[in-house]
């Protein structure tokens, strides 16, 4: 077996440069988990603006607020997002610059246009565009501060998405609107050096190609830094895109799985995956083939159970149980949930809604933005679909979006921020000290998630009294509601738990609530 060292070469391939290119590119990368710091973090960074603020969003609500409170009976305002970008705009002339969808299955231009009328001082200032490619969305989550700081967020700028680390199962400010009331687990950045070059590259590309413009002038187009090849980068811009969309990106990009499947074939040790939707046919067949080759590898997956768009739980059910993932003895899945104490006998609980898109590979290798793993994030949303006519209709239809590769570098690992995203993220969802899971240890980590969720399921029976507030693991169960899932599991009385999201036949089966947001 290879020592670390070698393992880190290997993925690294001109890794004795990374970390001097690391540093003269100045590249560094800040973790934002959950969207309470997320939010946080960029308002900071738009009170601070002095040239320009650069947005590219799937939805920007006019209402949507950064609280910074995690004390649900004191919640504590930290200001509007968008007061926030006008403010910047009247007081300190930031050029404002803000890209939605404009198309006929998401408009969210509109309703932020009918808003800023009449708010802004100068609206050349203020500018607003919009893409429309119906059925393509603009999906990728892009903020640009100044060209000297990048944000990509998990999250739209909808405040059914916020939510704070604790995961209340409840919480006034989180909307019912959007995801049925659960709460919220996402996973942003935030960037500086060079790499916000690309970055800002990326949305020049998208503002220029959009369809709905005023009068004024593009961007000026510029090459980002010169930089290393992909392999020598310590932190790389990949990208998805539809075909024959602009010229400015490689028509047809199909970066973000290639790179996915690039380093899913060199795994050695460790996969671990938490994101929205595993539908990916090349992915789940990359894992299972990956799984095969290489006896010493074990997955962690942290998904939905009830995803927010309609089939996508049949999907991704159908593809765990046809690779044989479910029940592999290297393999974990598992779901997020959270309950908290009430005045009675019972524990209020709900499904923890994972919004992440987080993959990261032997603790060298992460892969963290705005791309799910489905067709319509990495290569063809007609891929998802069983069905001949679908196939065909879908076919090579995908999505906007932009993610960041991230690899280990030799010149500091003990502060690698691969290991440390994944330490933080286990952290949370483990409850155990990062110290005590510092580096997972071959051949036991599938183990020890499994003690844990089962340790997790037998603490809620008897009415939850053995449950703590916060969040937690339990297994991965295809069963249909939230409630059939615990039963699934193990909690043999879940009939009196106090259930904050518990759907109907028509909510698990056609996702309403995403149908009507579309269209709002």
């Not at 949305?203 to 190609?209: A, D, K, M, Q």
């Not at 919004?355 to 007609?382: E, M, P, Q, R």
């Not at 409630?483 to 009196?496: C, I, K, M, N, P």
């Amino acid at each position: 077996m290879r020592s670390e060292t070698a393992r880190r070469h290997h993925w690294q391939a001109a890794g004795s440069h990374v970390g001097d290119e690391q540093q003269s590119a100045g590249d560094r990368v800040e973790w934002l988990i959950d969207n309470e710091r997320a939010l946080d973090s960029l308002l900071c960074a738009v009170r601070d603006a002095r040239e320009s603020i650069w947005i590219s969003q799937l939805a920007f609500d006019s209402d949507c607020r950064a609280f910074n409170s995690s004390d649900p009976a004191t919640p504590t305002d930290g200001g509007s997002l968008i007061d926030a970008i006008i403010t910047a705009s009247a007081q300190r002339r930031v050029g404002v610059k803000i890209l939605l969808n404009s198309s006929v299955l998401l408009n969210t231009r509109r309703p932020l246009m009918r808003f800023l009328e009449g708010r802004v001082d100068e609206p050349r200032l203020v500018e607003v565009r919009g893409i429309s490619r119906f059925p393509r969305l603009l999906h990728a989550k892009i903020v640009v501060i100044d060209q000297q700081r990048a944000f990509l967020l998990g999250s739209p700028f909808v405040n059914g998405y916020w939510d704070t680390a604790s995961h209340a199962p409840l919480d006034e400010r989180r909307p019912h609107r959007e995801l049925g009331g659960r709460p919220v687990h996402d996973v942003s950045l935030a960037l500086q050096g060079q790499v916000v070059g690309e970055i800002a590259a990326t949305f020049v590309s998208l503002w220029n190609g959009a369809e709905h413009r005023d009068n004024r002038e593009d961007l000026p187009t510029t090459q980002p830094p010169s930089r290393r090849s992909s392999a020598a980068r310590s932190i790389e811009v990949v990208t998805t895109e539809p075909r024959s969309s602009r010229k400015k990106l490689q028509p047809g990009s199909v970066g973000t799985l290639n790179a996915l499947l690039d380093a899913i074939r060199n795994a050695r040790s460790l996969i671990y995956i938490e994101h929205q939707y595993l539908s990916s046919r090349p992915i789940v067949a990359a894992l299972r083939e990956v799984l095969e080759i290489q006896p010493a590898l074990e997955i962690i997956l942290v998904l939905n159970q009830n995803p927010d768009v309609t089939a996508y739980r049949v999907w991704q059910n159908e593809r765990l149980a046809e690779s044989g993932l479910l029940g592999h003895p290297r393999v974990g899945a598992f779901a997020l949930w959270t309950s908290q104490k009430t005045a009675g006998p019972s524990t209020r609980i709900s499904q923890v809604f994972v919004h992440s898109k987080v993959v990261t590979i032997d603790d060298v290798w992460a892969l963290v933005g705005s791309a799910n793993l489905d067709g319509a994030s990495l290569d063809s949303y007609g891929d998802d679909f069983k069905g001949r006519l679908a196939r065909r209709v879908f076919r090579d239809v995908r999505n906007f979006d932009v993610s960041v590769v991230v690899r280990a570098t030799t010149a500091a690992p003990a502060n690698d921020p691969v290991a440390q995203l994944r330490e933080r993220l286990w952290s949370e969802h483990l409850r155990l000290d990062p110290s005590a899971i510092s580096r997972a240890q071959t051949g036991k980590t599938v183990s020890l998630w499994n003690t844990i969720a089962a340790r997790n399921a037998a603490n809620l029976v008897d009415r939850g009294s053995g449950a703590t507030d916060g969040s937690f693991i339990l297994p991965y169960s295809t069963m249909a509601t939230p409630r059939a899932q615990l039963t699934d599991v193990g909690v043999v009385d879940a009939e009196s738990l106090d259930l904050a999201f518990d759907p109907g036949w028509l909510e698990v089966r056609l996702s309403p609530n995403w149908i009507r947001n579309m269209f709002l």
